[in-house]
């Protein structure tokens, strides 16, 4: 099962555009959302000591007035000082106006009392928030000394106008870091560009040396590591060219080779083979073991006779100087007669539907021909047979044996050269190249040769194409 893929970019340059874009956005959001932040903390810490300030001079501009203990009307004057929702307290007397001190928190509440300080808190009341503010009234002796007066104010001061400088500096942040999208996309756009550049330099290089262009190179650029890469690319075709250009170099003198030796062995064979011949008519007046050596003598020279012709055949399919004669021929008719020369039109069965009309070279399908039943009728069995069918686009031409078949070991090599499927028939009247050639004569027809395992024995079949002045 193969692992789900998340959808995204797929390509290098939006996954740069992507990647870089979404680090600066990502970056200015942060220092944006910082920013506010810090902004906002600045705007309500002002904003509260400002407020503890104005309490602290609003009750000391009031408290010289106050009689000590205080009364009623006293802790009145003081919450009207202080103004806005205040309660002012002295033991079990209080003054309060828009405050319930049941609402003061246990903590601030503990800062004004226990530890006679100014403290201050936010909170929530009824979805709005307030700044609490809560201090302890203070009593300054002729020597300096302060002591508390047992008087505590608690006020409250709305925090709308703040929040409305704190939302507004945060939607500034949030306009800061969207303007910051479409620089953030221009400068990822010329960086994958920067990038990318030497990128598809290497890319177009790889696709020409791929193609066939040993000539082909990349430019480096800069000292960075797309540099180093072109670099070594280059170095890597280079080195490529001087393999092939070897390699070429002697595959052409292994062929030229195969070509001159065959050619000079053909003038001395011809005379081998004449006297072989005359060899093979005088066997039937020799005795015992002199007419065995004439005529292994006699064998092995047919057979290398042989050898030689199929080697020049492969050393002019080798330079490509192989070329077709074409002719208009009945390919059932050419098959039948192949197999009549051969002596085996009684050992296979033709099947064929009626005239079937190609334009072939009839030297190389007769070439064809005889090698795959040649191949059928020696490590085969019978019955063989040939079947001839006319397609709309092609003449296909199938061989099939009941013999062991085609091994799985066998069938990727069977049309390879010297191939032989069976150590022990290495000195058997084949030279190994007969499949090859047949191949070769196929394909420069412009068709093909295959072969497979029928379960029952081996089939070969021949395809070639029809033209369309031939239909």
């Known amino acids: 099962m193969r692992p789900r893929r998340w959808p995204g970019p797929r390509g290098l340059r939006s996954r740069l555009l992507a990647a870089f874009v979404l680090v600066t956005v990502v970056a200015a959001g942060a220092a944006a959302w910082s920013g506010a932040g810090a902004a906002g903390a600045a705007l309500v810490s002002s904003h509260r000591e400002r407020t503890t300030g104005d309490v602290a001079v609003r009750i000391a501009e009031a408290a010289p007035q106050l009689s000590y203990p205080p009364d009623r009307e006293s802790l009145d004057r003081l919450r009207q000082a202080v103004g806005g929702d205040t309660a002012v307290t002295f033991g079990e007397l209080s003054s309060s106006e828009g405050l319930d001190t049941s609402l003061v928190p246990g903590g601030l509440r503990a800062a004004v009392r226990r530890e006679h300080r100014l403290a201050a808190q936010r909170v929530t009341l009824e979805g709005r928030s307030w700044l609490l503010v809560g201090t302890p009234v203070m009593i300054t002796a002729p020597d300096g000394s302060r002591t508390a007066s047992g008087i505590e104010v608690y006020t409250l001061r709305d925090l709308a106008g703040v929040e409305r400088e704190v939302a507004g500096v ?13 620089l953030a996309a221009l400068l990822a756009l010329l960086a994958a560009r920067g990038v990318l550049r030497p990128v598809r330099d290497l890319r177009d290089t790889a696709g020409r040396l791929a193609s ?7 430019e480096p650029q800069g000292a960075d590591e797309l540099a180093e890469l072109a670099g070594a690319v280059n170095d890597m075709a280079g080195s490529l060219q001087e393999s092939m250009a070897a390699m070429e170099r002697m595959q052409a003198d292994a062929r030229r080779f195969a070509a001159d030796v065959s050619h000079e062995l053909r003038t001395p064979l011809s005379t081998l083979a004449a006297v072989a011949e005359v060899l093979e008519d005088a066997t039937g007046g020799m005795e015992g073991d002199a007419r065995e050596s004439a005529r292994m003598a006699v064998s092995e020279t047919q057979r290398l006779v042989r050898l030689v012709e199929d080697l020049m055949e492969v050393s002019r399919f080798d330079a490509g100087t192989a070329r077709l004669h074409t002719e208009e021929v009945d390919v059932s008719a050419a098959v039948r007669d192949c197999l009549r020369l051969r002596g085996w039109s009684e050992q296979v069965r033709v099947e064929a539907d009626g005239r079937v009309r190609a334009r072939v070279d009839r030297r190389r399908v007769d070439v064809i021909v005889a090698n795959l039943v040649g191949n059928a009728l020696r490590h085969g069995a019978a019955p063989v047979r040939v079947r001839v069918r006319a397609l709309p686009e092609e003449v296909r031409v199938t061989v099939t044996d009941s013999g062991p078949g085609l091994g799985e070991d066998v069938l990727p090599s069977v049309f390879d050269r010297f191939y032989k ?3 022990a028939r290495t000195r058997s009247a084949g030279s190994g190249l007969g499949l ?3 191949r070769e004569n196929a394909r420069l027809h412009g068709g093909d040769l295959t072969a497979a395992d029928t379960g029952a024995g ?6 070639l194409p029809r033209r369309e002045e031939e239909r």
């Not at 066939?212 to 990349?218: F, Y």
């Not at 081996?458 to 395809?463: E, G, K, M, N, S």
């Open 170 to 182: 945060t939607r500034a942040a949030a306009a800061t870091a969207a303007a910051a999208l479409p």
């Open 421 to 423: 499927a069976d150590a």
């Open 436 to 438: 090859a050639i047949a």
């Open 212 to 218: 066939g262009d040993l000539d082909a190179r990349s």
């Open 458 to 463: 081996a089939r070969f079949d021949l395809v």
